[in-house]
Structure formats: structure tokens, C-alpha cells
């Protein structure tokens, strides 16, 4: 595994800190490993009215087992390089899931 300041994660009191790549109109969501600093994560949706995002935030929910409400979307809104923040999660959650 990599230096721990070279990932594109940073595990926080509160919960994870990701820093995430987003592929849009995917043939399947998951996350396909890390893409120089950041989580490539592919999603099925389409980056049209939100849909996108939405579809991250429940991924991302499902996979950690919180609510959708505990995962924020804190940095591009309307990028495919996100900041998002998930409450409750931890890096070992993460690695267990990664490629």
C-alpha cells in the first residue's frame, strides 16, 4: 500500500475524507481503483440534473452501510473530481472494498 499522505483518502474523527474521480454512464458503479490521487469510482447514471450525484451518494452509502444523508458531497458539485466526506466510515472499511 502507498505512503498514507499519497492516498486519496484521510480518515477524520467524524468519518472518511475521499477524494474521487467520477465516470459517469458506467456499465455497472464501483469503484475501479485509484487514478493519481484520486478514487476512480464509475456510476451507471448519467451527469444530468444531479443524477450523478445522487447515484455516488447512494453507492457510497450502500457500501459503507450509513444513511444516505451521512454522505456530503463537500467539493464539486457539478465536477467529476469530488471531495466527499461519509460519517461513520473508516480507511479499513475502504481498502477491504478497493480492487
Keep these: 500500500m502507498a505512503d498514507r499522505s499519497e492516498l486519496p483518502w484521510q480518515e477524520q474523527p467524524d468519518g472518511l475524507l475521499l477524494r474521487v474521480l467520477v465516470q459517469p454512464r458506467a456499465s455497472r458503479n464501483g469503484f475501479c481503483g485509484i487514478q493519481g490521487d484520486e478514487l476512480k469510482l464509475r456510476l451507471t447514471a448519467p451527469p444530468v440534473d444531479g443524477a450523478a450525484n445522487d447515484c455516488c ?4 452509502a450502500k457500501l459503507f452501510r450509513v444513511a444516505k444523508s451521512a454522505v456530503r458531497i463537500e467539493a464539486g458539485e457539478s465536477s467529476r473530481h469530488k471531495r466527499i466526506k461519509v460519517l461513520g466510515a473508516t480507511a479499513a472499511q475502504l481498502e477491504q472494498k478497493l480492487p
Design 57 to 60: 451518494q447512494e453507492f457510497l
